[in-house]
């Protein structure tokens, strides 16, 4: 049996299998997509929130409990519930509608990323303000480390292991495990100045896309890709495995499969 890539895009949502590409009617421009355990499947878009199940197709606006129809980030947590992070703030689902995340007078708005811990926190990465934890009804803003170049954060992400992986300009990125501690990598210029990617493998590695190059951390070790080692295209912009264990990787140029014995 085939499985389809889906392709999110300016132009919409794709289908990509071994042989074509095929677009996916009435869905407008994409960002991001997501699963969650009861076998949905959402799209984030200009739009609203689309919901795919077997039985057909549902658009979530504003009057379904978003802060804003305009959709750019999805993460779903470890108890399978779905967080929304939209151009005026985040949102969780519950059951068929959503609850705004209240963030006081924040001045929080445009998500490029979130993702929730398994104690209840939830990590935001906004475009303008930064990364923040929202915790207990309170958001707090994260410090960035010194070695990041203007403290830009480009993504916030939660791993199996319930790790906080921040990453900022510069290629830096910052590990916090459940206790506490903390671990700071050094991509280097070969990745790129920002970080637009990120994606856990089935054994636990994390990869990182940026706007030069492929990331991959194994524990404290660091590998790079980049286009001086044949990578085409001029960054890396989506990650993902599919269930026979290849990574597919989204560039500027191309589709690109890297199977394990690469």
């Known amino acids: 049996q085939t499985c389809a890539l889906p392709i999110c895009s300016e132009s919409g ?10 677009p996916v009617p009435d869905i407008d421009s994409t960002w991001s997509t997501e699963t969650t355990p009861d076998g949905s499947a959402w799209i984030a878009t200009n739009d609203g929130l689309v919901q795919i199940t077997a039985s057909g197709r549902r658009r979530y606006r504003e009057e379904a409990g978003l802060p804003s129809r305009f959709v750019r980030a999805l993460s779903t947590d470890t108890h399978g519930t779905l967080w929304v992070g939209t151009d005026r703030g985040a949102a969780r689902r519950v059951g068929d509608h959503f609850e705004p995340v209240a963030t006081g007078n924040s001045a929080i708005s445009r998500l490029l990323s979130l993702a929730a811990d398994s104690r209840g926190n939830l990590w935001l990465c906004d475009r303008r303000q930064g990364a923040f934890v929202w915790s207990n009804g309170t958001l707090t803003a994260i410090q960035p480390p010194r070695e990041a170049s203007g403290g830009d954060a480009n993504f916030v992400y939660v791993d199996r292991r319930d790790r906080v992986w921040i990453g900022y300009a510069g290629a830096i990125v910052v590990v916090t495990e459940p206790s506490g501690a903390q671990t700071v990598h050094r991509l280097g210029d070969s990745v790129g100045g920002v970080l637009t990617a990120v994606h856990e493998d089935a054994k636990g590695a994390i990869w990182i896309g940026g706007t030069r190059g492929l990331g991959r ?3 404290n070790q660091v ?9 085409p295209g001029y960054g890396v912009f989506a990650i993902t495995q599919d269930m026979s264990g290849d990574l597919w990787l989204g560039v500027s140029s191309a589709i690109l499969r890297l199977t394990e014995s690469d």
Not at 13 to 22: A, E, G, I, N, Q
Not at 223 to 231: E, I
């Open 217 to 219: 951390i194994r524990g």
């Open 223 to 231: 590998d790079v890709v980049s286009s001086q080692n044949g990578l």
């Open 13 to 22: 949502l794709h289908r990509f299998t071994p042989r074509k590409v095929s």
